[in-house]
């Protein structure tokens, strides 16, 4: 990426960032619908604390993680109901016009969704922190889970591109929400995969790479600095950005096509 | 030709559809403003779209200032400025944000950016909304600020596709005084396309009717109502109930025309010099009359004897054009 991608990427970054800040709607729900849910799962399920082998002492420092994990998600509709918006309204013809670049618009786009997962992840972890979570990993693992929580954010909010290049319809992009809902309740979310009795259910969550990222993220809670679920974790965050990226790239690309 | 247009043989076509411009020939002289006129639907968009390197034509070519837009899209797109049917702004930004924006991705060295964008601001009369958010702007202010927008990098062209659709007559009338501007004083070349006759008439130096993808007569306002158009009468009836009686008449002198409510008007066949018979065959037949008069051709009537159709309350859905593109 040469500097004047670099600074192309800058600015259309600098106007999603002051877009979603713009937009309280865009906000509020990511911080409050994932703690209002903590709260509900982290009462209501702390006696499974007490199934033998749990690996937690609270349920609240098991559950935390889905917070992040949650964010990330409203992440990626956030990148797409934004991306579809600007087609929508013809903004992309009008950057088309210009001598942007389609990655440039498409990673500055993102960088919205990355500021509202940022806010988001600081409100999760210091919510947590007061009801009492305790972070395995220590002041650094807590800086890393925020770090970790924005690369979640940049996976899924490729995904979500995708579907906003490739529909140029926010409907379309929340229309996927609960589809990506399902993915994430069938991983290890809320139980950890050796204690899911369910062997079919143990399977899908043996091979759905949410698995992998809601572990990872959920290692420096409740484990410490254990390197073997953060490459998992990397792995898994990796292939979904790539996935994503190159997905949205190219739907881009077809969507801005130009001579 | 430095600033002009030449359009050789362009089409587009659609998968499963029609075509939507079926190979358009044309040339726009440097400075000059070309009117582009034609009912929703009949291709102007799409033409826009490819001159301006938004959608490669299926066949046929084109040179913009110059540039081929298909071998040279970012040359072309370097010394054009477009504003495209629907006004392409960021509700959620200001106006003066738009042009940071704008002047920034455009290349104007960073000492220039601010002074730009003020200037225009001023030209286009948003100072004072500058700061405000596009989405409270009025359909006026968002096509000013959209024009703004467009000539931030000084283009040698400027592509207005249906630029006051949806304007109060007002607004209209500062749009035009600008695009003639821009025109007379900056040597901008600008193909306009529009709808609106009285538009084409009062601002292109020529005009381009199209329908169906295809240009059906072109020059400029006054030689084509010369050669094509006909004169019109239209007669109010003194006696409401003479209504009938007067279209019998008048149906002998040509076929119907638009007329106001109480009126009824028929496009002369024989020309404005058919008037005295018109004025004789009524007094014989006893009707009085409490308004006659005689229009002079527009361009709807190059429109009609063109196409057997007329362009005002054509109701072809644009959506066609749309959905299409």
Excluded: C
Excluded at chain 1, 111 to 130: N, T
């Amino acid at each position: 990426m040469n500097r004047e991608t670099i600074g192309e990427v800058g600015l259309i970054a600098r106007r999603s960032v002051r877009r979603t800040f713009r937009q309280p709607a865009l906000i509020v729900p990511v911080i409050l619908f994932p703690l209002l849910l903590l709260a509900i799962n982290a009462s209501g399920l702390d006696v499974t604390k007490n199934i033998p082998n749990f690996p937690a002492d609270s349920y609240l420092d098991f559950a935390l993680v889905v917070t992040f994990m949650q964010g990330g998600l409203f992440a990626a509709t956030t990148a797409g109901t934004e991306l579809a918006n600007d087609i929508e309204t013809g903004f992309l013809n009008r950057l088309q016009l210009t001598p942007l670049k389609a990655p440039a618009i498409l990673v500055g786009q993102l960088a919205g969704a990355l500021a509202v997962a940022f806010i988001a992840s600081v409100v999760y972890l210091a919510i947590g922190l007061i009801a009492g979570a305790h972070i395995a990993a220590g002041v650094g693992g807590a800086l890393a889970l925020i770090g970790l929580a924005m690369l979640v954010a940049l996976a899924f909010g490729g995904l979500g591109a995708i579907i906003g290049a490739r529909t140029g319809s926010a409907e379309a992009v929340q229309g996927m929400f609960p589809l990506l809902f399902v993915f994430f309740f069938l991983s290890s979310m809320n139980l950890p995969r050796d204690l899911i009795a369910q062997q079919w259910f143990r399977t899908i969550a043996t091979w759905n790479p949410v698995s992998y990222l809601v572990e990872g993220l959920r290692s420096l809670v409740i484990t410490g600095w254990d390197g073997t679920a953060l490459w998992r974790f990397m792995v898994a965050a990796g292939a979904i950005s790539v996935i994503g990226f190159v997905g949205a790239s190219v739907s881009l690309r077809t969507r801005m096509e130009r001579t | 030709m430095s600033n002009g247009i030449e359009i050789q043989g362009l089409v587009r076509e659609f998968k499963n559809g029609p075509r939507a411009v079926d190979g358009i020939e044309l040339t726009v002289q440097p400075g000059e403003i070309y009117g582009f006129l034609g009912p929703n639907g009949a291709g102007k968009s799409t033409t826009v779209l490819m001159l301006t390197t938004l959608l490669p034509p299926t066949a046929g070519t084109a040179r913009v200032a110059g540039h081929d837009i298909v071998r040279e899209g970012p040359l072309v797109r370097g010394v054009i400025g477009a504003a495209l049917q629907e006004a392409a702004l960021d509700p959620l930004l200001t106006g003066r944000d738009h042009l940071r924006l704008q002047t920034t991705l455009q290349g104007l060295p960073k000492a220039q950016r601010k002074s730009r964008g003020a200037e225009l601001l001023r030209r286009v009369g948003l100072e004072d909304a500058a700061d405000r958010k596009v989405g409270g702007y009025s359909g006026g202010m968002k096509r000013r600020l959209d024009l703004a927008l467009a000539l931030v990098h000084s283009p040698r062209v400027l592509f207005l596709d249906e630029p006051t659709t949806g304007l109060d007559p007002s607004s209209r009338a500062d749009l035009w005084t600008e695009v003639a501007r821009l025109a007379r004083e900056d040597g901008v070349t600008v193909f306009l396309t529009t709808q609106y006759l009285e538009e084409a008439d009062q601002l292109a130096d020529r005009v381009g009717i199209i329908d169906h993808g295809r240009i059906v007569a072109e020059g400029s306002p006054q030689s084509l109502k010369e050669q094509i158009g006909r004169s019109s009468v239209e007669a109010i009836p003194a006696n409401p109930d003479d209504r009938e009686a007067i279209e019998i008449v008048l149906s002998q002198f040509g076929e119907p025309a638009a007329a106001s409510p109480k009126g009824v008007a028929v496009r002369l066949a024989g020309g404005s010099e058919s008037l005295g018979q018109v004025v004789r065959a009524l007094d014989g037949e006893g009707l009085e009359v409490s308004h006659l008069q005689l229009h002079a051709p527009s361009l709807d009537d190059v429109f009609l004897a063109a196409t057997g159709r007329s362009l005002e309350g054509d109701e072809e859905p644009e959506a066609q054009e749309e959905a299409a593109a």
